[in-house]
């Protein structure tokens, strides 16, 4: 039985920014964006509670807030803090498996400290994290990856949640479906019309139903609803990609919307990708059907995309392409790949 703990910060970017700035503190803030323009990257949990949200417009944030403060990101600084928080990590084991600058996950079956409990290590690493960096973090301890990342997110902000074995099956039976990490607004709707509203109502199905309903997700839907997720804590871990899509409730029929929603969607990909510290060479566009055929398009710059300025030029360009509508599209999708790694990569960062 193994033993891992997944860690999240609260609010990362935005504590960081209250945290450097003490006049942000115990207000409401939005980390990127303006109030006329742009995209939300990260909100400070006194922006949450009038439901502003990162990937939001920042129009809308500021219609929701009339008193939101807009900020501008500072991802240097946040890659400093997480190099902090991982050394952190290092004085308890060494299989970390970062997801984003502020989550990771950890096994420590076998720790440094020579502790059985997970949960008093996921403790003390939250106590080292405020003591030492004045910030808070949520954690979840469990078996696996799958139920450890859910219980990090019971009890934010600054909360500790286990799942224990015996109680696992219980804690999903009650979880609503849309909390199941992979189970997105389209396949939560198509749950809904088979009735399956929790994680019980899923564990119903046989896996032959699953597959008759859900095609290729059923064997991840079939374990997960069971408990079961076999995946190791990977510190070699290597983003493939990173990748923003949307399925509209009512489908796109004309060019003006396209062009809309696809700018939109790519100023998402670009909040997101901002600070990973990758540089990509392949931007590709995804755009599905209302009869759900679907075509791609990249362009791949062999040097990398080194600016947001480059990726606009070639969004623009791909846009282009598909812009002749020729069916209503429900879905469209941005996606950075291709990533050039070592001291290659390095320069181009300095530079």
Same mark, same amino acid.
């Given at each position: 039985?193994?033993?891992?703990?997944?860690?999240?910060?609260?609010?990362?970017?935005?504590?960081?920014?209250?945290?450097?700035?003490?006049?942000?503190?115990? &207000?409401?803030? *939005?980390?990127?964006?303006? &109030?006329?323009?742009?995209?939300?990257?990260? *909100?400070?949990?006194?922006?949450?509670?009038?439901?502003?949200?990162?990937?939001?417009?920042?129009?809308?944030g500021a219609k929701l807030c009339k008193d939101l403060i807009f900020v501008k990101p500072r991802f240097?600084?946040?890659?400093? /803090?997480?190099?902090?928080?991982?050394?952190?990590?290092?004085?308890? %084991?060494?299989?970390?498996?970062?997801?984003?600058?502020?989550?990771?996950?950890?096994?420590? %079956?076998?720790?440094?400290?020579?502790?059985?409990?997970?949960?008093f290590i996921a403790q003390a690493i939250r106590n080292d994290i405020q003591t030492e960096l004045s910030?808070?973090?949520?954690?979840?301890?469990?078996?696996?990856?799958?139920?450890?990342?859910?219980?990090?997110? /019971?009890?934010?902000?600054?909360?500790?949640?286990?799942?224990?074995?015996?109680?696992?099956?219980?804690?999903?039976?009650?979880?609503?479906?849309?909390?199941?990490?992979?189970?997105?607004? /389209?396949?939560?709707?198509?749950?809904?019309?088979?009735?399956?509203?929790?994680?019980?109502?899923?564990?119903?199905?046989?896996?032959?139903?699953?597959?008759?309903?859900?095609? %290729?997700?059923?064997?991840?839907?079939?374990?997960?609803?069971?408990?079961?997720?076999?995946?190791? /804590?990977?510190?070699?871990?290597?983003?493939?990609?990173?990748?923003?899509?949307?399925?509209?409730?009512?489908?796109?029929?004309?060019?003006?919307?396209?062009?809309?929603?696809?700018?939109?969607?790519?100023?998402?990909?670009?909040t997101r990708f901002q600070g990973t510290g990758l540089l990509p060479k392949t931007l590709s566009i &995804?755009?599905?059907?209302?009869?759900?055929?679907?075509?791609?398009?990249?362009?791949?710059?062999?040097?990398?995309?080194?600016?947001?300025?480059?990726?606009?030029?070639?969004?623009?360009?791909?846009?282009?392409?598909?812009?002749?509508?020729?069916?209503?599209?429900?879905?469209?999708?941005?996606?950075?790949?291709?990533?050039?790694?070592?001291?290659?990569?390095?320069?181009?960062?300095?530079?």
């Amino acid at each position: 039985m193994r033993k891992i703990i997944h860690i999240d910060m609260d609010a990362f970017f935005a504590s960081v920014e209250q945290l450097d700035d003490p006049s942000l503190r115990g &207000k409401p803030v *939005a980390v990127g964006g303006s &109030k006329e323009r742009g995209v939300i990257a990260a *909100a400070s949990y006194e922006a949450r509670k009038f439901g502003v949200r990162s990937a939001m417009s920042s129009s809308q944030g500021a219609k929701l807030c009339k008193d939101l403060i807009f900020v501008k990101p500072r991802f240097k600084r946040y890659k400093e /803090v997480s190099r902090q928080i991982r050394e952190i990590f290092l004085r308890y %084991t060494d299989l970390i498996e970062p997801l984003s600058l502020d989550e990771a996950f950890l096994d420590v %079956t076998e720790n440094k400290i020579g502790v059985a409990s997970a949960t008093f290590i996921a403790q003390a690493i939250r106590n080292d994290i405020q003591t030492e960096l004045s910030l808070t973090a949520s954690a979840g301890v469990s078996y696996n990856k799958f139920l450890a990342k859910l219980a990090s997110d /019971v009890d934010k902000p600054n909360g500790l949640y286990v799942i224990e074995p015996e109680k696992a099956i219980e804690f999903l039976d009650a979880l609503p479906i849309e909390r199941f990490f992979g189970v997105g607004k /389209v396949m939560a709707s198509r749950m809904h019309e088979l009735q399956i509203f929790k994680g019980k109502h899923l564990r119903r199905l046989s896996l032959d139903e699953l597959k008759q309903y859900f095609g %290729t997700s059923a064997d991840y839907l079939y374990s997960i609803s069971r408990g079961i997720d076999n995946r190791s /804590v990977n510190r070699e871990r290597e983003r493939k990609s990173i990748a923003v899509e949307n399925t509209f409730s009512i489908d796109i029929f004309d060019k003006a919307n396209f062009q809309l929603e696809a700018d939109h969607i790519f100023e998402q990909l670009w909040t997101r990708f901002q600070g990973t510290g990758l540089l990509p060479k392949t931007l590709s566009i &995804k755009v599905k059907y209302a009869d759900f055929s679907q075509v791609t398009r990249s362009r791949t710059e062999e040097t990398g995309i080194r600016s947001k300025e480059t990726a606009t030029e070639i969004k623009n360009e791909l846009i282009l392409q598909l812009i002749e509508m020729e069916k209503p599209i429900r879905l469209i999708g941005f996606q950075f790949s291709n990533f050039i790694d070592g001291e290659f990569q390095q320069l181009h960062l300095e530079l």
